[in-house]
């Protein structure tokens, strides 16, 4: 036996307006909110699917720094050109972390300034 992801917690200054952003991003519904403020976000099926829901859990801490860790995205409908296209007019901003310019790969801030990765490769 082994475990898998089932969640993954993001502390955020404004969990409403960072869950309703990764939303539409990856075409996730809230499936709860807690007392404490918490969003939690996943697939139209709900929790326990393959993929992992996003809490997004309330702080006064701003954000510093890079993260230690992100996600990569990809486009499932369209090429990445147009996906770019949809995440900028979302509220996504470029972001430099070093890249040389010669990625295949687009390094993108959410609204709290989250690097994200928008890959070329297209799923379905």
Same mark, same amino acid.
């Given at each position: *036996?082994?475990?898998? =992801?089932?969640? /993954? =917690? =993001? #502390?955020?200054?404004? #969990?409403?307006?960072?869950?309703?952003?990764?939303?539409? @991003?990856? $075409?996730?519904? @809230?499936?709860?909110?807690? $007392?404490?403020?918490?969003?939690?976000?996943?697939?139209?099926?709900?929790?326990?699917? /393959?993929? #992992?829901?996003? =809490?997004?859990? #309330? +702080? +006064?801490? &701003?954000? +510093?720094?890079?993260?230690? *860790?992100?996600? $990569? @995205?990809?486009? +499932?409908?369209?090429? %990445?050109?147009?996906?770019?296209?949809?995440? /900028?007019?979302?509220?996504?901003?470029?972001?430099? @972390?070093? %890249?040389?310019?010669?990625?295949?790969?687009?390094?993108?801030?959410? &609204?709290?300034?989250?690097?994200?990765?928008?890959?070329?490769?297209? /799923?379905?």
């Amino acid at each position: *036996m082994a475990s898998r =992801i089932s969640e /993954l =917690i =993001i #502390p955020c200054q404004d #969990p409403n307006g960072l869950a309703a952003f990764w939303c539409e @991003v990856l $075409d996730f519904v @809230v499936l709860d909110t807690e $007392d404490d403020g918490s969003v939690e976000i996943g697939p139209r099926e709900g929790f326990g699917g /393959l993929q #992992p829901t996003l =809490i997004f859990s #309330p +702080t +006064t801490e &701003p954000k +510093t720094g890079a993260l230690r *860790m992100h996600f $990569d @995205v990809n486009a +499932t409908d369209r090429d %990445q050109d147009a996906e770019l296209e949809r995440l /900028l007019s979302l509220g996504a901003r470029p972001a430099d @972390v070093g %890249q040389t310019g010669e990625e295949s790969w687009h390094v993108l801030a959410d &609204p709290e300034g989250n690097e994200f990765c928008l890959l070329r490769t297209r /799923l379905s």
